[in-house]
């Protein structure tokens, strides 16, 4: 195998073409589904784009829908399949969301110099989602579709109670996958306990396979154990296990080497990520932000093969190769027209829920599950969307409302 150019490490800011930026030209604005329809024949663009970003306004644009919504559904005389069909979550560029990543914790152990190069400042909210509150929440995004769902951080096994959430999770009628992601710390400990409980998948962060830069990235010296916990996972557990590393300038050869040697013989899928500019990481964005075609491109010429993603499956793309027995995969969301498959919500740990990871704006849900109104939470979850935007706008350096990753989970 030819080796990567050394290049590699020589990686700019990708500079984006207009399209990139803001999608034009692309064929989903011609299939925007009947709930789109509506929104627009009920009010005006400016009047759902002004009126989205606040709460007082926003009951009143959901009202407007609303009543369209009754009208339109009157007068078309749905059948019973296409009533089933209406009550799945579907925004208004046709894309159904059937992936649901809670974060239930925004608090981490780890000192990532991408994300929390200070370690987490304050003290930890004491009015984090409860077990009840979950168990609605999962309830009411069940009934609209949601297949899959992710537990984040911060650091979510910092919870005691998380074998307990991920058993809930698993046991909700509807749900078909319980995955988490993780930075892996004592993951020995806990691997039983999750097994047990019906954890299905599990990505564990690791930016780097040299003990000396995992310490200097993450404030901790411990990746020769949680190597070996990993090796446990693969022997004991059936949990399907994903590794993401950040894609940073300095590291980037190495890791690629590195990650390549490691899925030689291991069935496990190493992924990089793109680093992601957020309101406390700019300088060290534009220091370190590689472009993802510089692995994705030496994936190809050396007889790596794209797969393609599933209904539930998460924004990366992975490559194989007959000669390795793992996968590589890249989360580019820098590339062109990585929104258009968006199949995902957001749900922080106090209750709030997040449309795209980067908006502008959170919407509060908490009355719900407080009140165990699932009813409600699943009108609530269907009015949201018209409002959820049709991509981020990370290629113009506007990050929205994230400060950092931990805020919910990425």
């Known amino acids: 195998m030819t080796l990567l150019n050394s290049n590699l490490g020589k990686a700019r800011l990708y500079t984006p073409s207009p399209n990139s930026v803001m999608f034009a030209g692309h ?101 984090e989602l409860t077990l009840q509150e979950i168990e609605v929440l999962i309830k009411a995004f069940a009934e609209v579709g949601t297949k899959k769902v992710r537990l984040t951080g911060g650091e979510p096994s910092i919870r005691k109670d998380v074998t307990q959430i991920i058993e809930q999770v698993k046991a909700t009628p509807g749900i078909e996958t319980v995955a988490m992601t993780s930075n892996g710390y004592k993951l020995g400990k806990h691997l039983a306990h999750w097994q047990q409980a019906g954890l299905d998948q599990l990505n564990i962060s690791v930016d780097s396979f040299d003990p000396a830069t995992f310490h200097k990235m993450t404030g901790f010296d411990m990746l020769p154990q949680l190597l070996q916990d990993i090796d446990k996972l693969l022997v004991t557990t059936d949990i399907k296990l994903k590794l993401n590393g950040i894609l940073m300038e300095d590291t980037a050869y190495d890791s690629l080497l590195a990650a390549l040697n490691y899925v030689k013989t291991r069935p496990v899928t190493y992924r990089f990520i793109e680093f992601m500019q957020t309101t406390d990481n700019k300088d060290l964005f534009f220091a370190q932000h590689a472009q993802s075609a510089l692995i994705t491109d030496y994936l190809l010429k050396n007889g790596w093969q794209a797969h393609h993603r599933g209904q539930n499956d998460g924004p990366a793309i992975e490559y194989s190769h007959p000669d390795y027995v793992g996968r590589i995969g890249m989360i580019a969301p820098y590339a062109p027209h990585f929104c258009d498959s968006c199949n995902r919500l957001r749900v922080s740990s106090l209750g709030k829920v997040h449309l795209c990871l980067f908006d502008q704006g959170n919407y509060g849900i908490r009355e719900y599950l407080q009140q165990q109104d699932v009813a409600g939470l699943v009108q609530k979850l269907h009015d949201f969307m018209p409002v959820k935007p049709e991509h981020h706008h990370l290629a113009e350096s506007n990050s929205g409302i994230m400060h950092n990753l931990s805020m919910i989970g990425g």
Do not use: W
């Open 27 to 127: 064929g989903l604005m011609s299939s925007v589904n009947t709930v789109s329809a509506m929104s627009h024949s009920a009010l005006s663009h400016s009047e759902l784009s002004n009126s989205a970003r606040s709460d007082s306004t926003l009951s009143t644009v959901f009202s407007k829908l609303a009543k369209s919504s009754v009208s339109s559904m009157a007068a078309n005389n749905l059948t019973p399949q296409a009533a089933e069909e209406d009550s799945l979550l579907t925004d208004g560029f046709s894309r159904r969301l059937t992936y649901l990543r809670l974060s239930i914790t925004d608090f981490c152990n780890f000192r990532c110099g991408y994300c929390l190069p200070n370690g987490y400042q304050g003290k930890r909210p004491d009015n």
